[in-house]
């Protein structure tokens, strides 16, 4: 069910998208060469705590996950696009983290995610970085009032397809409120015109993931990571958004 929310709700909203915003930003000043996943982990959990928020992954048990998530961040490193399970592992010279998000502020949801090079870069990385964040502004500014679910993926997709990026549509955006994942689904590809239409009130994730070479994933043996099907990098971007009636709103916006 796609539930509309009003002007004094997505105000309500504003709190979650801040402190998610927040995290994702400690999270990135604080990943470099020598941390460990679980310092990371450790670090959003810290946060949630102080601020007096709730995660959204620790009891996640999706159909797609193998168990309960168990751990409040998801961080996947290089050829690991989403889900990452943290685990003991220490970031290394040149790899490609990318962090996703969400949490419960006085009952709203807001869910994030940001890819990034720790140490050395190779600039393969840093392009596939720049053109996740391009589709994502991309679908943001298609997010406005009379346009379609389509119209927004077929943005996303132009972006890719320009860069010669194949897209998988398994994972994608989807409907935030009171819960983390809800409708819409919004794959990264999509024919403009089609889907439902937009209004104002409606709250949605948008979320560019790409490889280098591939669009096929596979589940790692934790359960829960999606690594790329042939070993090239992946990169993921994600804002929450709200459709207003004066164009997108980005509630995760970071400063």
């Known amino acids: 069910m796609i539930e509309l929310r009003t002007p004094t709700q997505i105000e309500q909203m504003r709190p979650a998208g801040r402190f998610v915003a927040d995290v994702i930003t400690a999270l990135s000043e604080a990943a470099d060469v020598g941390v460990n996943l679980l310092e990371l982990d450790a670090l959003a959990h810290r ?7 709730e995660s959204c992954y620790l009891d996640y ?10 751990k409040v961040l998801c961080t996947s490193v290089n050829d690991a ?10 970031l290394q010279d040149g790899d490609l983290l990318s962090v996703d998000f969400a949490a419960s502020v006085d009952g709203w949801v807001s869910d994030s995610a940001y890819s990034m090079v720790v140490g050395t870069p190779r600039q393969e990385d840093l392009d596939l970085i720049e053109v996740t964040d391009r589709a994502l502004a991309a679908g943001i ?14 943005a996303i997709a132009t972006v890719a397809r320009e860069a010669d990026l194949k897209i998988n549509v398994q ?6 409120g009171r819960t983390m994942h ?6 990264n590809d999509g024919r403009p015109g089609r889907g439902f239409q937009l209004r104002p009130g409606l ?3 948008i979320e560019p993931w790409f490889l280098h070479t591939t669009d096929e994933i596979y589940t790692d043996a934790d359960g829960w990571t999606l690594r790329s099907a042939d070993g090239s990098r992946g990169a993921h971007m994600e804002h929450t958004v709200a459709v207003t009636a004066d164009g997108p709103l980005v509630l995760t916006a970071r400063d």
């Open 47 to 53: 946060m949630i705590t102080e601020r007096g928020a």
């Open 61 to 70: 048990h999706p159909s797609f996950g193998a168990s309960p998530f168990g």
């Open 81 to 90: 696009v989403l889900h990452g399970l943290p685990h003991d592992y220490v």
């Open 141 to 154: 500014a298609a997010a406005v009032d009379g346009n379609r679910i389509g119209d927004i993926s077929h």
């Open 171 to 176: 994972f994608g955006g989807h409907g935030v």
């Open 182 to 187: 809800g409708d819409p689904h919004i794959p």
């Open 203 to 205: 709250v949605i994730a």
